[in-house]
């Protein structure tokens, strides 16, 4: 069964640049078909698709977020991660990785169990 | 981009109610909708996708419908195990979700 599991700082001070890292196992990344993307949920509100990664490294990003978020692959790891730059508290929420099915990675069908950040001074 | 609408936000329902969820998408998307339930402190768990396909595992009481600008997620048969966060998302332009219904108990 394809398992998920994010690793972040939890807690971090506004204008660092953390980094979150989604390990995958029970498949390969490298086996291609599938994209591996990130999605946030601010506490209480509603989800946000930040972008994806296929295993080659071709990456697509919501327009919006586009400028703070990068995302990178590391097959021999089996794991993707997710770079936020200059955050601040509005980027305080749980981050999904997920793995993105159809033919161009259009829905989730598996997703890690998500983990919390929190920007705080 | 694509704005997703969600109506009603909160639904009360009893057990055994046939509930219905609209989502109504900014412009046209055909059928390029999935529908995920999510419960609290849990990740989303994806229910239907192209419209009203449904994933493997998802009970039969679960349905999708629509195409274009207005879906619907039904529940046949509201059951305990229900009652939750339901999100739709259309992927015909990027990605973006809906507000969110939460389906709690009457």
């Known amino acids: 069964q394809l398992q998920l599991q994010e690793s972040g700082p939890g807690l971090v001070k506004p204008s660092e640049t953390p980094t979150l890292t989604c390990t995958v196992s029970?498949?390969?990344?490298?086996?291609?078909?599938?994209?591996w993307g990130w999605v946030r949920q601010p506490p209480g509100k509603a989800l946000e698709w930040i972008g994806a990664i296929y295993y080659n490294g071709n990456t697509y990003y919501s327009p919006p977020l586009k400028s703070r978020f990068t995302i990178s692959v590391d097959t021999s790891r089996n794991q993707f991660s997710l770079r936020l730059s200059s955050v601040t508290a509005a980027d305080t929420a749980v981050y999904y990785c997920?793995?993105?099915?159809?033919?161009?990675?259009?829905?989730?069908?598996?997703w890690g169990q998500g983990t919390l950040v929190t920007v705080s001074s | 981009d694509i704005q997703m609408t969600q109506s009603p936000s909160t639904l009360s329902a009893s057990v055994g109610d046939r509930v219905t969820i609209t989502c109504r998408a900014s412009q046209s998307i055909s059928n390029s909708l999935a529908w995920y339930q999510q419960k609290p402190g849990k990740a989303p768990k994806l229910l239907i996708y192209m419209a009203s396909t449904l994933e493997s595992g998802v009970p039969s009481r679960f349905s999708g419908s629509g195409s274009g600008t207005e879906f619907t997620l039904t529940i046949s048969s509201l059951q305990p195990d229900d009652f939750a966060t339901y999100y739709c998302q259309q992927y015909k332009y990027y990605k973006s979700f809906g507000q969110g219904t939460k389906v709690e108990i009457k």
């Open positions: 029970g498949g390969s990344i490298s086996s291609g078909s599938y994209y």
């Open positions: 997920a793995r993105q099915s159809g033919a161009f990675g259009y829905y989730f069908d598996f």
